[in-house]
């Protein structure tokens, strides 16, 4: 069964979708969306209509007032329906836009009321009802005239003989001057020809309905879902508390580096060297190997720092650019890399740690999980925006799965306007490719030059 229908899947699809438009549910969905428009429009236009009518009146006395506020407030209640209804026939996914909530510091009725009478979503709300109405009935009968006319048409040929045998004419009047005189639509080629008129129009009917819908859907999006400053804001909130959680848990690496790594080397260090203290009358060489022991130690511990003073922040990487940088950090990778770096200057230093750790992730990655034998990395600018890409020939088949180092990387990236894109088929490499937006030195975090 599951091989029979999976033939079946395959040979409709081989069907051109212009043909297959008229079977396809999401068509009726969307004439379905359309019929239902209509009663709904009316309601929400008398209701908007009725309530800014009455409130705008009633503005003289206090009561115009309340009157407005709940007439928004309702008009919110009307765009949950409305997106609902998007969403369970169109299949558009619109986020509810922000309660509204009165200002810090302020509560209490009145409050809310001012801050119901301030919020431009609530109006939009209200504008949404009344520009609906006009397109919500150009829509339904256009679709219901182009539907009906082409399903007529096309089964002409099944109730052309009932029809002429009830009325005891020949066939469809198309036209007559009431003195038996008439055209008939009765031959088997005018039936055949009607039928074809009929099955062209259910052929264009469910993109003339998909056009309308597609109106239908930019109202819903622009007027019934959140503002750009709303997500804007809703971004930039999940962009922080990315970086609040990404830089604690660079600051607990720090501290189990420095507890597990330098700390505990430099305690066992102070303790040889005491003992040598101890041993430096009693027995001499035995202290002198104590001490030379230390001194590796002491090696060791230095080393250690290094490496985590460049995990913080390498100074080659402030000193001589990120070319350079890439370059050393290239040459800890197990595999060869070739470096290349085409910036016409410098960008902020921000921008620049974000690369260099983004290129040292991917790197380490390669060196871990890749098997690769060569790799590359490319970082150029374009207009905006600095571009970075590393590709190698390894076993591919990664992924920014939930919860994998290339998805945590990918939010750290987008909490300042990046990107990141893999592009990883199995055995045949990956390349990795990483956005990041330009900013100069010399500018400010709103891209003002100071000074």
């Given at each position: 069964m599951a091989t029979a229908y999976g033939q079946e899947t395959t040979a409709a699809h081989r069907v051109p979708v212009a043909l297959r438009a008229p079977l396809m549910g999401r068509s009726w969905r969307e004439f379905l969306y359309l019929?239902?428009?209509?009663?709904?429009?009316?309601?929400?236009?008398?209701?908007?209509?009725?309530?800014?009518?009455?409130?705008?009146?009633?503005?003289?006395?206090?009561?115009?007032?309340?009157?407005?506020?709940?007439?928004?407030?309702?008009?919110?209640g009307l765009g949950a329906v409305e997106r609902a209804r998007a969403r369970g026939l169109l299949g558009l996914v619109v986020s509810a836009p922000e309660p509204v909530r009165p200002r810090k510091g302020r509560s209490g009725p009145l409050a809310y009321m001012t801050a119901q009478l301030a919020s431009g979503t609530s109006w939009r709300h209200v504008l949404y009802c009344v520009l609906h109405f006009p397109w919500a009935v150009f829509g339904f009968c256009v679709s219901l005239t182009l539907w009906t006319t082409g399903l007529l048409l096309l089964l002409y040929p099944l109730y052309h003989w009932p029809v002429s045998h009830v009325t005891g004419q020949p066939g469809a009047q198309l036209y007559g001057d009431g003195e038996g005189h008439g055209i008939y639509v009765d031959t088997p080629f005018e039936i055949g020809a009607t039928a074809g008129l009929g099955l062209l129009v259910v052929l264009v009917a469910?993109?003339?309905?998909?056009?309308?819908?597609?109106?239908?859907?930019?109202?819903?999006?622009?007027?019934?879902?959140p503002s750009r400053l709303d997500t804007r804001v809703s971004e930039l909130e999940s962009d922080r508390g990315?970086?609040?959680?990404?830089?604690?848990?660079?600051?607990?690496?720090i501290e189990r580096d420095l507890h597990d790594g330098a700390q505990a080397r430099l305690v066992a260090l102070a303790m040889d060297l005491g003992l040598?203290?101890?041993?430096?009358?009693?027995?001499?060489?035995a202290a002198a190997r104590m001490v030379d022991e230390a001194h590796g130690e002491v090696k060791l511990a230095l080393r250690e720092l290094r490496d985590l003073a460049r995990g913080i922040h390498p100074a080659i990487l402030t000193d001589?650019?990120?070319?350079?940088?890439?370059?050393?950090?290239?040459?800890?990778c197990a595999a060869p890399v070739t470096v290349t770096v085409e910036l016409p200057r410098r960008p902020a230093a921000a921008l620049e740690g974000i690369a260099y750790f983004t290129v040292s992730e991917l790197l380490q990655n390669i060196s871990k999980h890749a098997r690769a034998t060569r790799a590359t990395v490319d970082v150029w600018r374009v207009e905006d925006r600095i571009m970075l890409q590393v590709a190698d020939d390894g076993r591919g088949g990664a992924t920014a799965a939930p919860g994998s180092g290339l998805a945590g990387l990918a939010e750290r990236l987008d909490a300042v306007d990046g990107v990141l894109v893999v592009d990883?088929?199995?055995g045949r490499g990956t390349t990795v490719t990483a956005e990041l937006p330009w900013r100069s030195p010399d500018a400010s975090p709103g891209g003002r030059r100071t000074g």
């Amino acid at each position: 069964m599951a091989t029979a229908y999976g033939q079946e899947t395959t040979a409709a699809h081989r069907v051109p979708v212009a043909l297959r438009a008229p079977l396809m549910g999401r068509s009726w969905r969307e004439f379905l969306y359309l019929l239902l428009n209509l009663p709904f429009a009316v309601v929400t236009f008398v209701y908007a209509i009725a309530t800014v009518s009455v409130g705008a009146g009633l503005l003289i006395t206090f009561l115009g007032v309340p009157v407005l506020a709940a007439g928004l407030a309702g008009a919110r209640g009307l765009g949950a329906v409305e997106r609902a209804r998007a969403r369970g026939l169109l299949g558009l996914v619109v986020s509810a836009p922000e309660p509204v909530r009165p200002r810090k510091g302020r509560s209490g009725p009145l409050a809310y009321m001012t801050a119901q009478l301030a919020s431009g979503t609530s109006w939009r709300h209200v504008l949404y009802c009344v520009l609906h109405f006009p397109w919500a009935v150009f829509g339904f009968c256009v679709s219901l005239t182009l539907w009906t006319t082409g399903l007529l048409l096309l089964l002409y040929p099944l109730y052309h003989w009932p029809v002429s045998h009830v009325t005891g004419q020949p066939g469809a009047q198309l036209y007559g001057d009431g003195e038996g005189h008439g055209i008939y639509v009765d031959t088997p080629f005018e039936i055949g020809a009607t039928a074809g008129l009929g099955l062209l129009v259910v052929l264009v009917a469910p993109w003339v309905v998909r056009g309308i819908t597609q109106v239908d859907r930019l109202m819903v999006a622009g007027l019934l879902g959140p503002s750009r400053l709303d997500t804007r804001v809703s971004e930039l909130e999940s962009d922080r508390g990315t970086v609040v959680d990404t830089a604690a848990a660079d600051l607990r690496r720090i501290e189990r580096d420095l507890h597990d790594g330098a700390q505990a080397r430099l305690v066992a260090l102070a303790m040889d060297l005491g003992l040598a203290k101890e041993k430096l009358l009693e027995d001499p060489d035995a202290a002198a190997r104590m001490v030379d022991e230390a001194h590796g130690e002491v090696k060791l511990a230095l080393r250690e720092l290094r490496d985590l003073a460049r995990g913080i922040h390498p100074a080659i990487l402030t000193d001589r650019g990120l070319g350079p940088a890439l370059s050393a950090l290239s040459a800890r990778c197990a595999a060869p890399v070739t470096v290349t770096v085409e910036l016409p200057r410098r960008p902020a230093a921000a921008l620049e740690g974000i690369a260099y750790f983004t290129v040292s992730e991917l790197l380490q990655n390669i060196s871990k999980h890749a098997r690769a034998t060569r790799a590359t990395v490319d970082v150029w600018r374009v207009e905006d925006r600095i571009m970075l890409q590393v590709a190698d020939d390894g076993r591919g088949g990664a992924t920014a799965a939930p919860g994998s180092g290339l998805a945590g990387l990918a939010e750290r990236l987008d909490a300042v306007d990046g990107v990141l894109v893999v592009d990883s088929p199995e055995g045949r490499g990956t390349t990795v490719t990483a956005e990041l937006p330009w900013r100069s030195p010399d500018a400010s975090p709103g891209g003002r030059r100071t000074g």
